[in-house]
């Protein structure tokens, strides 16, 4: 295929999750596939999403994502067709492909639902295009668009989710508000072959930066590592029973910077565990929603897919320049 082949999709690549009760078990046999995880850990996991009626609300929030997509895109004279491909649960990413080679389509984009760089959020993804692509003769080409964590459309929609949960705080309790930030914790040595961390702490920076001078931490939540293993720490409820046991009694914003949408881990984590502790510590937590389907989000997709379309100019804030449209050979590495 020639280099200056057309782009003439766009694909976007989730975690997925199970639909009802019966897929929640042979959804999470994809996602724990190959990992010796305990079957007990399993069932744990389980029953969170049964604790939910079986589905997870990632799929309805996909549908919305490409559904707002796909409205910015008309709106705006772009005239690609937006596939949907995860890796855990249908539409899984080869059914996507395998569509989208049947409606002739030759050379793609791809937005992972992932903001930051590590293996799981990115690496992978591709792997498991790559699989995918092996399946059959004439798969479409697949090329990622950049990690934009440090986007300025990002930083300022992220700010505006905080700035709404600020806005629900008592106007006379506002300046004690203490702001925290939550991404899914990952190996210590899966970090260490990433900027998994740095991309985190400086996205958090810039969102506070916006913001003014309000106290903030970075934590990390939904490990399901073996407990010997080191992961990123601390965890979101050992850092709320930190702060409480140095004395700590006012508004607690908490902001899922890390995800994308308010996922299953955003709801059982945060919306529970963490206020459920919150409630007995008499904290008050107030969850300010992920980036979701923000219009400058939304906006923010547009942007990069003209990058790659149209050649226009990468935008980037803060102290480290845009990230790299193609992934350096070893980078992300899954340890």
Not at 268 to 290: H, K, N, P, W, Y
Request: glycine share 6%.
């Amino acid at each position: 295929m020639p280099e200056n082949q057309p782009f003439d999709a766009l694909i976007l690549v989730s975690f997925g999750g199970p639909d009802g009760p019966d897929d929640v078990m042979p959804f999470l046999e994809n996602v724990l596939r190959g990992r010796r995880v305990p079957r007990e850990r399993m069932l744990e996991v389980a029953e969170h999403y049964q604790h939910f009626g079986g589905a997870s609300p990632i799929n309805a929030q996909n549908k919305e994502l490409i559904a707002a997509i796909k409205d910015d895109f008309s709106k705006n004279g772009i005239d690609l067709p937006i596939y949907w491909g995860n890796r855990n649960w249908h539409p899984m990413i080869d059914e996507a492909l395998t569509q989208m080679n049947q409606d002739g389509v030759k050379k793609a984009l791809a937005f992972f639902t992932s903001m930051f760089s590590c293996y799981s959020g990115c690496r992978q993804y591709r792997e498991n295009i790559a699989d995918a692509q092996n399946e059959f003769e004439d798969a479409p080409e697949v090329h990622k668009v950049r990690m934009a964590y440090n986007h300025p459309l990002f930083i300022e929609a992220c700010a505006d989710r905080v700035k709404d949960a600020l806005g629900r705080v008592e106007p006379d309790r506002r300046a004690a508000a203490r702001v925290t930030f939550t991404a899914h914790s990952i190996p210590i040595s899966m970090s260490e072959t990433s900027h998994y961390a740095r991309q985190l702490q400086e996205s958090a920076r810039l969102v506070m930066e916006s913001i003014g001078d309000q106290p903030w931490d970075l934590v990390y939540q939904s490990r399901s590592g073996p407990p010997m293993q080191p992961w990123l720490e601390p965890d979101i409820c050992d850092h709320i029973q930190a702060i409480h046991d140095d004395g700590f009694r006012d508004d607690l914003i908490i902001m899922p910077l890390g995800f994308v949408s308010d996922h299953m881990e955003v709801m059982f984590d945060l919306d529970t565990e963490a206020q459920e502790l919150c409630d007995e510590l008499s904290i008050t937590m107030v969850r300010a929603g992920s980036v979701g389907v923000h219009p400058l989000f939304i906006q923010m997709i547009r942007e990069l897919v003209l990058e790659r379309t149209e050649g226009l100019e990468k935008r980037a804030i803060g102290q480290y320049p845009p990230n790299w449209d193609v992934c350096p050979k070893d980078c992300c590495k899954s340890r």
